[in-house]
Nanobody, 124 residues
Framework: QVQLVESGGGLVQAGGSLRLSCAASGGTFNSYALAWFRQAPGKGRDIVAGISRSGAGIFYADSVKGRFIISRDNAKNTVFLQMNSLKPEDTATYYC?????????????????WGQGTQVTVSS
């Protein structure tokens, strides 16, 4: 059983940056592929970025490619999402997720464990 706790959300102006962190406990961190999803009010929960178990495989949604960077520190059981050049449309609750296995999943139901979410609000 893995517990995930996100932090680092907040209010930022358009063009600014935030760094989200997700600390894991209770499992073998380096046995999981990880991802960040986001959900805006009235919308579905969609993948933003994912990283494979080894860290060699990385995925970004087209909407964040070139602006967001996902990374993992297996020694610290933490996954990060560096968000740069933020836009108002990035406003959402951001969730960290983990799935057993090597590869990134792209759908919500492919993930076994979820954090509680952290709010990101980008003002124009």
């Amino acid at each position: 059983q893995v517990q995930l706790v996100e932090s680092g959300g907040g209010l930022v102006q358009a063009g600014g940056s935030l760094r989200l962190s997700c600390a894991a406990s209770g499992g073998t961190f380096n046995s999981y592929a990880l991802a960040w999803f986001r959900q805006a009010p009235g919308k579905g929960r969609d993948i933003v970025a994912g990283i494979s178990r080894s860290g060699a495989g990385i995925f970004y949604a087209d909407s964040v490619k070139g602006r967001f960077i996902i990374s993992r520190d297996n020694a610290k059981n933490t996954v990060f999402l560096q968000m740069n050049s933020l836009k108002p449309e990035d406003t959402a609750t951001y969730y960290c997720a983990a799935r057993s296995g090597r590869w990134i999943g792209f759908q919500r139901d492919e993930y076994d464990y979820w954090g509680q979410g952290t709010q990101v609000t980008v003002s124009s």
